[in-house]
């Protein structure tokens, strides 16, 4: 973002007019990810990511989710404005789920950083929220764990509290790493009802050349 006063003309935030993103920051992820696919022996689903997990966006997002920073939450907004938004989907069909937190986890941070970036993305999309999954307080974070063990991490960590309401249900995340979070949390959705259409989407996926599968290979 350093590069924002040498370069012009600027992208600017969702709410206001002053400068936010320059065209040179803004052309180094925009509208470059393809579609991922995030699967195991069984089911797939694919994931909409806005731009890599990668520095200055990495720094971004960790700024917001570990400091509360409003100046970072406004690039991320600025980010999910290019989500893919997945096909078909409409307040009359589908929910946006966002990934919970527990309340170890709330207690520590003091507030949810997917559920505020879900509100915005609600209100891009017009499409309804639903927070009928529950996560149960595991005492073992993901971070630097290898993909076999995140998997059985949070393998039954999530459960449903409520009836999917939609056919489709939109999985929200603010980073997707190996995708076992989010896999656990359509495998909840999938046990109860196994013909729901599930779709996940982030902010920040992998790196260049370090990702996911890329979804129809």
């Known amino acids: 973002m350093e590069h924002a006063t040498q370069h012009a003309p600027f992208y600017h935030a969702p709410f206001y007019r002053t400068p936010l993103l320059c065209i040179y920051c803004h052309a180094q992820w925009a509208d470059r990810l393809p579609i991922f696919v995030i699967r195991d022996d069984k089911q797939e689903m694919p994931l909409y990511a806005a731009a890599y997990y990668e520095v200055p966006l990495k720094r971004v997002m960790t700024v917001f989710k570990d400091k509360a920073n409003v100046s970072s ?11 893919r938004r997945p096909q078909g989907v409409s307040a009359d069909n589908a929910v946006l789920v966002p990934t919970p937190t527990t309340g170890t986890r709330l207690v520590e941070r003091g ?15 017009q499409i309804p929220i639903w927070q009928g999954i529950s996560r149960l307080d595991n005492a073992i974070h993901q971070r630097g764990l290898s993909r076999g063990e995140r998997l059985q991490n949070v393998k039954h960590d999530f459960y449903l509290t409520g009836t999917l309401p939609t056919r489709h249900a939109i999985l929200v995340d603010d980073v997707v790493t190996t995708g076992s979070t989010l896999l656990a ?3 909840a959705i999938w046990s109860e ?20 599968p890329v979804w129809g290979r």
């Open 111 to 125: 507030f949810h950083p997917v559920l505020i970036l879900t509100k915005y993305l609600s209100f891009l999309w």
């Open 193 to 212: 009802h196994a013909t729901a259409k599930v779709h996940a989407v982030c902010v920040l996926h992998g790196r260049e050349g370090i990702h996911l």
């Open 185 to 187: 949390m359509a495998n």
């Open 73 to 83: 939450l406004m690039v991320l907004y600025h980010l999910m404005r290019y989500v």
